[in-house]
């Protein structure tokens, strides 16, 4: 009887962290593709992408570009996104505004290139963000101006916080994609088959503790949830091996 109810209990506490993991919603989706993705060489996804065989890949390799662009500090950018966000009353994230500015790059690798799909990449770019905040009634009369009054917090004591996210031209990157052939009729790497297009220049440890910054509570409760779990199931398999 015992086994039983740690078991029950350990089931119930494992599900409780899965529901909340599936919570954080797209960083916990990004998280896991970038640990679970199989890694191909670029030469081999260039391969995929001619025969036209869908599957999702990760792979590596050297960002390259023909058309960088410089930042305020003259560093060659391939990629910069820049939001005006705030948090609602239900602790929704809100954009208030969005600019982008990219040119077209990919990887290559040992004289292969693979394209990256710009129209593709969303949420799926993992960096490290470069972060202001301040309250909207500090916004400049300029932002104000700019920006549709419907999507500012009425409230001017509300937290605001412009994040800037930006891929450098002399990086290293990973990419978790489809390979598809572009219109130019050479391989790109996109987002397919229900899963988002990925892009970081960060190693996976790196990567996942700025997907888990802005969630630390989140994450914290989720490993207890589950490591409790864990425990519990143990615990009950020892029980009914004796027959508790």
């Known amino acids: ?44 996804v260039a391969e995929a992408a001619r ?19 410089p930042d305020e500090n003259d560093k060659p950018l391939v990629y910069r996104r820049q939001r005006l966000e705030w948090t609602d009353p239900d602790g929704r994230r809100q954009v208030a505004e969005e600019e982008r500015l990219a040119v077209p790059f990919g990887l290559e690798e040992r004289g292969t290139f693979v394209a990256v799909d710009l129209d593709a990449l ?47 031209a002399v990086e290293h990157a990973t990419a978790v994609g489809v390979p598809r052939i572009g219109p130019d009729g050479e391989p790109v790497l996109t987002a397919g088959l229900g899963r988002p297009l990925i892009v970081t220049p960060l190693d996976p440890d790196a990567a996942m503790r700025v997907l ?21 199931l143990a615990a009950a398999a020892v029980a009914l091996i004796l027959g508790l």
């Open 1 to 44: 009887m015992t086994g039983i109810v740690l078991a029950i209990a350990g089931i119930s506490l494992l599900g409780a962290g899965i529901v909340a993991l599936r919570r954080t919603g797209d960083a916990w989706r990004v998280g896991r593709l970038l640990a679970v993705a199989p890694h191909l060489p670029l030469e081999a």
């Open 212 to 232: 888990g910054a802005e969630r630390r509570r989140t994450v914290r409760l989720i490993t207890v949830l589950i490591a409790a779990g864990g425990a519990l």
């Open 122 to 168: 969303g949420d799926g770019l993992v960096v490290v963000p470069r972060i202001a905040e301040g309250t909207a009634g500090e916004l400049p009369d300029a932002v104000r101006t700019r920006i549709p009054a419907a999507r500012l917090p009425a409230d001017p004591s509300t937290p605001v916080r412009l994040r800037v996210d930006q891929l450098s």
């Open 51 to 69: 025969s036209g065989e869908e599957r999702l890949v990760r792979v590596h390799g050297r960002i390259g570009s023909d058309e960088e662009f």
